[in-house]
């Protein structure tokens, strides 16, 4: 009875700090059980892949306690960092597909890479690639490829090992509205399924639509953690971790009248804002400047990283899967 109430994942006070006094999550506890999907969402910078990059070890907790399974990760041996990867699949932001290499052959080549052999391989590849709906694009290199068909290849390459916990790191921040829905399905999908799935992203209006708990970080804090996507409206979510633009305007008449403003979202109680009655007149209209912003994401990534996180795979390892493979190059034009 204690092991099935027990959680999944858990963080226990959790601090991650970095050189020069830079915080990354302070006091953090969250427990997620077996089965969940959570949404992480939060502005850049407020330790949304910290959290995720705590699981995979390639960020160290300062303080607290982090747990998979029971198993605590802060005692866990450098050595058994990519043996604690491959028990789960980790969906990076930039695919990272072998450009020169067909669809099929990414997804075997990290099969080979990870011991899997050469009949299990024939067998699964065809499996996988339904799975995520890229089956008929199997012999395609990369850059034939959309935007969305590139990330349903990294997710199948995420599928080899059938993990029970599957991570998302903005798997939809190079895609466009409707390939963004169709990933989420995806991962829908495979959470019906009984996978852990676990995405940290910005698309808000999607991750509404998808209905799943949401847990939205500020300032390496958390926030807010709703069960479901109801309870926050999409305007307050995205009041929490989209910066405004300030625009001044100035009104030669101080009497101001109420006027609705459409929600972005049908069902929303409209927003009461105030505007002149008479003539506006604006003065100045600034479009906010763009700033360099380095978030603590990036800087963990140089700092505590002792083992990359994508490609989990060793390049020896994928060259030596390589050789062991009979790769037909396409036939140039003469």
Do not use: C
């Not at 204690?2 to 915080?23: C, F, H, N, R």
């Not at 590849?125 to 990330?151: F, K, M, W």
């Amino acid at each position: 009875m204690t092991e099935a109430l027990s959680p999944y994942i858990e963080y226990k006070d959790v601090q991650v700090e970095y050189p020069g006094y830079v915080t990354g999550l302070s006091d953090v506890s969250l427990r997620i059980q077996k089965g969940d999907f959570v949404f992480f969402v939060g502005k850049t910078g407020a330790g949304k892949s910290t959290l995720i990059k705590l699981l995979t070890r390639e960020v160290r907790h300062t303080k607290g306690i982090v747990t998979l399974q029971g198993k605590d990760l802060g005692r866990l041996r450098s050595r058994d960092i990519p043996i604690l990867r491959r028990e789960m699949g980790i969906v990076p932001q930039d695919f990272a597909l072998l450009p020169r290499k067909r669809v099929w052959e990414n997804v075997a080549y990290a099969m080979r890479a990870v011991g899997h052999t050469r009949s299990a391989v024939r067998r699964k590849v065809p499996e996988i690639l339904d799975q995520v709906n890229i089956g008929h694009r199997a012999d395609a290199y990369p850059h034939q490829l959309s935007g969305g068909e590139q990330q349903r290849v990294a997710i199948a390459r995420a599928l080899i090992n059938n993990p029970p916990l599957l991570i998302a790191d903005e798997p939809t921040g190079n895609l466009d509205p409707d390939h963004s829905w169709e990933i989420m399905e995806l991962l829908k999908a495979l959470n019906l399924k009984g996978t852990t799935v676990l995405v940290a992203s910005h698309d808000i209006m999607v991750i509404h639509r998808v209905g799943r708990r949401i847990v939205t970080l500020d300032g390496g804090r958390i926030s807010h953690d709703t069960e479901t996507s109801e309870t926050l409206s999409p305007v307050e979510h995205s009041a929490a971790f989209v910066p405004q633009s300030p625009i001044e305007v100035r009104s030669s008449v101080e009497t101001r009248a109420p006027v609705e403003e459409q929600s972005p979202v049908d069902g929303d109680v409209p927003v009461a804002i105030e505007v002149p009655v008479a003539h506006l007149e604006p003065t100045a209209v600034t479009a906010p400047e763009e700033v360099e912003t380095v978030s603590d994401e990036v800087q963990t990534h140089e700092i505590s990283a002792p083992v990359p996180i994508q490609p989990t795979l060793e390049l020896s390892e994928i060259l030596e899967a390589a050789s062991e493979l009979t790769v037909e190059e396409p036939k140039q034009d003469v």
